[in-house]
């Protein structure tokens, strides 16, 4: 499926997002209040040679988006050159299914760039590799030492998950975002810039 100019134009502005959120809006604002960027990024986006829309696919019960969408709110304030546009995965397949995380899971947020035809320019998802390492690693250790995880197969669902360990998991994930906080926002705008200064340079998309 091709991505319009209408189809776009569906999706909620970033502040209409936000005042539709149910949950976790709280924590999404404080996120983007106690970013910190560094002026050479800010000059990245800000000299960007057109303004570039932003497809979003997320749900406000996803703790990537709720860490992640933030950094993209801030840098489209402040540049004034992305144009954003939020879909709600569970209400959208038919964008949700062009941006499956390695061809098979729904991943979000993703972040979806086109030029100012609509040409895609590429798009990013869920969190950056260098966090998904660190996180593979943390749950790693966490399923071998705590007991809570004992006979409990990693990968196992939170709703089918005992009360004792899901708590637990939810404390783990916590304190990880904490303590991973300015590396994860680092390298999701460094990705981003990667990702822009390759496609615009001409580089295969």
Known sequence: MIITRERFNQGMTYDDYKAQ?????????E??????LAPEDVRFFAELAEPLHVLV??????????????????????????????????QNPDLMDQYLNQGVHRSIPVFAFFDTHFQPIGHWIERPALISEMQGKMLA?????DPAFAGIAPGTSLAVMPEAARGRLMQAFA?????????????????LRELLARSLAGEER
């Open 141 to 145: 250790d966490l399923y071998r030492t």
């Open 31 to 36: 996120n983007e209040r106690t970013l910190e």
């Open 57 to 90: 696919i997320t749900e406000d019960w996803c703790g990537d988006a709720i860490a992640n969408l933030p950094i993209l709110g801030r840098l489209a304030a402040v540049s004034g050159r992305l144009d954003i546009r939020i879909f709600l995965r569970d």
């Open 175 to 191: 304190a990880f975002r904490a303590e991973t906080r300015s590396i994860a926002d680092r390298e999701v705008i460094r990705e």
């Open 21 to 29: 959120m149910s949950r976790n809006r709280d924590r999404l604002e």
